[in-house]
């Protein structure tokens, strides 16, 4: 029982020592023990032995998690599954699938693609490395939770205090994006795209996508010059563009 | 996404945390492919020594510990040479039916070579794989809590998570199923 109390009281010093919460002199006087102390040694090995099984388990689910987003290539063991005689049918049946699908699915229309491009990259905004604007912070994490009207108001706080803040002028642009506020959103990707002196301007891309993604007569057509302009001046967005401009062709 | 976006994702905000493991996860998953045809592995091991690194790299990550000096493309592929060449040296020793995995604790890094030989003499490494079996029976929400823990959630985030008045009952909460796991490894130790 004693022994199985020290074994409890000698948990939380270990975990200290692995998580790097001992000063140095506390640091060797552990790594001492661990030579000198059976017992001690013995612990610090169930520990590692816990600490590397659960991780063990911990892997198997994230391998669980991300294999449903894995790009696995289909590779299966033709020969074992597949008699020779049933070759030439199910080569006519992969012609007539191929057709198939070439009319009916040949690619995403634009609208999709900018449907796709909105959803993977704005349904959820990731902070700036500038911790301390505060409220730039909270205005993301409103947008995050789907709170876009307290977010635009936090957005357009930032802004009007600070006008040279692009990151807040694009946000604000994204929300009206996510509230489908497209003339409005237009606007904000517009202002961005005349700010002068950015490093990084995604203003006419953007311009771009809400374009595609509002879908009117004639928004097809001023996306394209829209991406063309963003190939040839290389601003930001410029693979994303010249990867759809050569799909539409 | 930019390192920095990644980075940040993955510290900032640990609710939105999931999202940006994803996103490390796919940014790099062309090495896969690169480790099936660079190191003879089959896709499935390959995707196994990759999603091992992303999980290194993300506790590398959220414990501040991560070199910034670095690119996390440099840094991934270090961790995924290395666990590659662990796999085919586990793959190798299997073959050839030595039983003991080669594969070292990830914690043993953190002590220096005198303690690492003493301690990793006294680990058996077929116990490691117990582990999961006796996580199972400490019950569905110390396993929770032990996961969470080791996947670099603090006392304060787990409460938030599974609903712990605070953080000071998540640890003791948690230090009581440490004890339940470790009374189950010990008893094979005796």
């Known amino acids: ?249 | 996404m930019h390192d920095a976006e990644i980075i940040n994702g993955l510290t900032n905000n640990y609710k939105h945390r999931s999202y940006f493991e994803k996103e490390l996860y796919v940014q790099y998953e062309y090495f896969i492919k690169q480790g099936s045809s660079k190191y003879k592995l089959t896709y499935e091991d390959s995707f196994s020594a990759y999603s091992d690194a992303v999980l290194a790299a993300i506790q590398t990550i959220i414990n501040n510990k991560f070199d910034s000096n670095y690119s996390l493309k440099a840094y991934l592929s270090q961790i995924f040479r290395n666990k590659c060449v662990d796999l085919i040296r586990k793959i190798t020793n299997t073959k050839q039916k030595i039983h003991k995995s080669p594969v070292a604790p990830e914690l043993l890094s953190h002590l220096p070579e005198t303690a690492k030989n003493v301690i990793s003499m006294l680990i058996d490494k077929e116990k490691i794989a117990h582990v999961s079996h006796y996580l199972d029976t400490i019950g569905k929400k110390c396993k929770e809590i032990l996961l969470l823990s080791v996947d670099g959630y603090t006392d304060m985030q787990i409460a938030d998570k599974l609903g712990y008045h605070n953080a000071d009952v998540t640890k003791s909460t948690r230090l009581r199923c440490r004890e339940k796991l470790n009374k189950l490894i010990n008893a094979t130790y005796e």
């Open chain 1, 1 to 249: 029982m004693q022994r199985m109390n020290d074994l409890n009281e000698n948990t939380e010093y270990i975990e200290a020592y692995f998580k790097d919460q001992l000063n140095d002199a506390e640091k060797r006087q552990f790594e001492q023990r661990c030579l000198e102390d059976e017992l001690f040694a013995r612990q610090v090995a169930v520990f590692v032995t816990a600490e590397e099984g659960i991780r063990q388990e911990l892997l198997q689910q994230k391998q669980q998690e991300w294999a449903g987003i894995s790009q696995k290539p289909a590779i299966r063991p033709l020969k074992k599954i597949i008699s020779i005689r049933l070759l030439p049918y199910m080569a006519a049946a992969c012609l007539v699938i191929a057709i198939a699908s070439y009319f009916f699915f040949r690619s995403e229309t634009p609208n999709q693609l900018a449907n796709t491009y909105i959803k993977e990259h704005f349904t959820l905004l990731s902070q700036t490395m500038n911790a301390s604007n505060d409220t730039l912070q909270k205005g993301i994490a409103a947008y995050n939770n789907k709170e876009y009207n307290t977010a635009l108001q936090l957005f357009q706080k930032v802004y009007q205090s600070n006008p040279a803040n692009s990151k807040a002028k694009k946000n604000i642009g994204l929300v009206y994006l996510a509230t489908k506020e497209y003339e409005k959103a237009l606007q904000q990707f517009e202002e961005l795209a005349g700010t002068p002196g950015l490093y990084e301007n995604p203003g006419l891309f953007l311009m771009a996508v809400t374009l595609l993604e509002r879908n009117k007569t004639g928004d097809l057509a001023k996306a394209k010059a829209l991406l063309q302009q963003v190939v040839q001046q290389k601003t930001e967005g410029s693979k994303e563009a010249a990867r759809w401009l050569k799909e539409w062709r």
